[in-house]
C-alpha cells in the first residue's frame, strides 16, 4: 500500500539545538500532519498543513516549531530551540484529496531524544 | 475532558478466542479510524470507518455515529494479533484525537 517514510529513524541532540525532522509523504497525498507521541503514553496531534499553510494546530505546537513543504519536497518539522520535553517519537501522516480525505496514512517515526 | 475512552485498557487472550474493543467518544465525530500500533511504535491502519460495519478477514469494525461509538471484533485470535490498538476521530476541522489504547496479548 502506500507508504510514509521518515528521515531520520533515530535523532539525538543536545538541549537548544535545532533539530529539522523530514517527511516524504504518499506523492499524491496533500493533507500533511504530524503527531507526537512519549514513549508509553497516547499519540497527540500536533498540526495540520495544507496548501502551504497551517490549517489547525494543537497547544503542544509551540512557538518553537514550525511546518513548512517547500515546492512539494519533504514536509519537515522543525524545533528551534529543543528542549528535554521535546524528546518522544514524530509521527508525520497523510491523506489523499477527495473522498479519503479523512483515511490518513502513517510514517514509522522518528525517534527524537534531546540531552 | 477526555474525548475518546478506549477500552478495555489491556487485554489477555487464549489464541483462537474472540476480542472486542470500543471507543467512545463525548462529541459528534465525522471521521473514525482504527490503526495497530506495533510494539516497535509504526501505525498500520486496519480500518478507516467513518460509520456502519466494514469486515477485513477476522477483523470487524462497526461505527455508529448516533451513539457515539465505534467496536473492533477480532475473531479467532492469533499470537500474531499482539500489539496496541488505537482509535482517532476527528470532530470536525483538522483535529485528530486518539484514543489512549488498548494493548492486547494473545497467548498460545
Known amino acids: 500500500g502506500p507508504k510514509v517514510l521518515q528521515i531520520p529513524s533515530h535523532q539525538i541532540i543536545d538541549m537548544g539545538q535545532m533539530v529539522t525532522l523530514n517527511c516524504d509523504p504518499v506523492s499524491n497525498h496533500l493533507y500533511f500532519y504530524w503527531y507526537k507521541q512519549i514513549l508509553g503514553q497516547q499519540m497527540e496531534f500536533l498540526v495540520n498543513f495544507y496548501n502551504g499553510k497551517v490549517m489547525e494546530k494543537s497547544k503542544l505546537f509551540k512557538d518553537q516549531f514550525s511546518v513548512e513543504r517547500p515546492d512539494g519536497s519533504y514536509f519537515t518539522l522543525k524545533i528551534q530551540p529543543t528542549a528535554l520535553e521535546d524528546s518522544a517519537v514524530y509521527f508525520c501522516a497523510s491523506s489523499p484529496p477527495g473522498l479519503g480525505v479523512y483515511e490518513q496514512y502513517f510514517g514509522p517515526g522518528t525517534r527524537l531524544t534531546v540531552l | 475532558g477526555q474525548q475518546v475512552q478506549q477500552s478495555p485498557t489491556s487485554l489477555v487472550l487464549q489464541e483462537g478466542e474472540n476480542a472486542e474493543l470500543q471507543c467512545n467518544f463525548s462529541?459528534?465525530?465525522?471521521?473514525m479510524q482504527w490503526f495497530y500500533q506495533r510494539p516497535g511504535g509504526s501505525l498500520i491502519s486496519v480500518f478507516y470507518n467513518p460509520s456502519g460495519t466494514k469486515q477485513s478477514g477476522r477483523l470487524t469494525s462497526t461505527t455508529v455515529i448516533k451513539e457515539r461509538r465505534s467496536s473492533l471484533h477480532i475473531s479467532s485470535s492469533q499470537i500474531t494479533d499482539s500489539g496496541t490498538y488505537l482509535c482517532a476521530m476527528r470532530t470536525g476541522g483538522y483535529k485528530v484525537v486518539f484514543g489512549s489504547g488498548t494493548r492486547l496479548l494473545v497467548s498460545p
Open positions: 462529541t459528534s465525530l465525522n471521521s
